[in-house]
C-alpha cells in the first residue's frame, strides 16, 4: 500500500508539473539568422512610349530578425524586425509586343527591411532521446521596406530608390528546450512582399524561400 500510494503521488506531481509547465506564459526574446532563395521578380516599365517587361535575379543571401514574443501555451504571438540584404545578379527585358528578350548581368543592392507580426501554434511535441522537440506552425504580416540601390547593367549606372509595400510569411518549424529559459529553434519560411514601385518601374511581389535557425530567451 505505502508503494502504491507513493506512486500516486509521484504521478500526480508529474501530472501537476507538466500542466503548469504548459500553462506558463510569459514574454521571450528572439533572434535568428538563415540564408534565402529569392525567386524571379518580374516587373514592366514604359520607356518613350514603349512598354517593356521583363524580370530581376537576386542572388541568394544571408538574412537576420529579432523580436519580441509572448507565449501563452500553444499559441505564441511575435513581433520581429527582419534585414534581408542582397545583390542584383541579372535584368531581362523586352518589348511587349514584337521584340526579341535580352538578358544582362547586372550589379546593385536590393535590401528589405521588414517588420512583421507572427502567430504560432505549436503540434504535439515529441521526444527523441532525453529531448523534446514541439514543431510548429506560423504566419504573419506586416510592411517592408524594399531599397534598391544604384543599378549597374554592362558598365552603365541609374539611380535607385525605395518604396513600402505589404509582406508576409508562412513558417514550418521545430524548437527544443536547451534550459528552462532557453529554446534552441530550426524553421522554414515562405516570404513575399506585395506590389511595389520604384522610379515609375512596376514590380511584382519580391518572394523567397528561407530556411533560418535562432534562439529563444525566456523571461
Known amino acids: 500500500m505505502k508503494k502504491t500510494l507513493i506512486s500516486l503521488v509521484l504521478m500526480g506531481t508529474t501530472f501537476i508539473g507538466t500542466t503548469k509547465a504548459e500553462e506558463i506564459q510569459q514574454f521571450y526574446l528572439t533572434i535568428g ?27 541568394s543571401n544571408f538574412s537576420f530578425d529579432g523580436g519580441i514574443g509572448y507565449d501563452f501555451g500553444k499559441w505564441r504571438t511575435e513581433i520581429t524586425y527582419q534585414s534581408m540584404p542582397a545583390d542584383l545578379d541579372s535584368i531581362s527585358a523586352e518589348k511587349v509586343i514584337g521584340s526579341v528578350g535580352v538578358t544582362a548581368s547586372a550589379s546593385g543592392d536590393v535590401d528589405l527591411t521588414s517588420y512583421l507580426a507572427t502567430i504560432y501554434y505549436d503540434l504535439p511535441d515529441y521526444k527523441i532521446g532525453d529531448k523534446r522537440l514541439v514543431p510548429y506552425i506560423g504566419a504573419g504580416i506586416g510592411t517592408t521596406n524594399i531599397d534598391i540601390g544604384t543599378i549597374t547593367v554592362d558598365g552603365i549606372s541609374t539611380g535607385g530608390g525605395d518604396d513600402n509595400a505589404i509582406a508576409y510569411q508562412l513558417k514550418l518549424g521545430s524548437s527544443m528546450a536547451i534550459t528552462e529559459k532557453t529554446d534552441l529553434y530550426v524553421e522554414g519560411i515562405y516570404f513575399s512582399t506585395g506590389d511595389f514601385e520604384i522610379l515609375g518601374t512596376n514590380f511584382d511581389p519580391i518572394k523567397s524561400l528561407g530556411l533560418r535557425s535562432g534562439v529563444r530567451f525566456r523571461f
Open 33 to 59: 539568422g538563415g540564408s534565402n532563395i529569392f525567386l524571379d521578380t518580374d516587373y514592366d516599365e514604359t520607356f518613350e512610349g514603349v512598354k517593356y517587361k521583363g524580370d530581376i535575379e537576386i542572388e
